[in-house]
Nanobody
Framework: QVQLVESGGGLVQAGDSLRLSCAASGRAFSSYAMGWFRQAPGQEREFVATISWSGFGTYYADSVKGRFTISRDNAKNTVYLQMNSLKPEDTADYYC?????????????????WGQGTQVTVSS
């Protein structure tokens, strides 16, 4: 069993930066691929970024590529999402997710464990 707790969300202005954190408890965190997803009001949950177990493999949604960076610290059982140049359309609840595989992609079914989410609001 893996428990995930996100933090770092908040209200910011367009152009600002935020760093989200996701702390994982449980065994073998360093063996799991991790991902970030987001869900805006009235919309489906969408893929944002993923990182492989080692941290060497990353993949981003086109909408955030070049602005967001996913990283992980396996010693701290934590994955991060650095968000720069935020836009109002980035407003959403952000969720981290853990896959039982060492690498994972953009589909929700690839991830087994989910956090409760942290809210990010970007004002124009």
């Amino acid at each position: 069993q893996v428990q995930l707790v996100e933090s770092g969300g908040g209200l910011v202005q367009a152009g600002d930066s935020l760093r989200l954190s996701c702390a994982a408890s449980g065994r073998a965190f360093s063996s799991y691929a991790m991902g970030w997803f987001r869900q805006a009001p009235g919309q489906e949950r969408e893929f944002v970024a993923t990182i492989s177990w080692s941290g060497f493999g990353t993949y981003y949604a086109d909408s955030v590529k070049g602005r967001f960076t996913i990283s992980r610290d396996n010693a701290k059982n934590t994955v991060y999402l650095q968000m720069n140049s935020l836009k109002p359309e980035d407003t959403a609840d952000y969720y981290c997710a853990a896959s039982l595989s060492r690498s994972a992609g953009r589909y929700r079914h690839e991830y087994t464990y989910w956090g409760q989410g942290t809210q990010v609001t970007v004002s124009s």
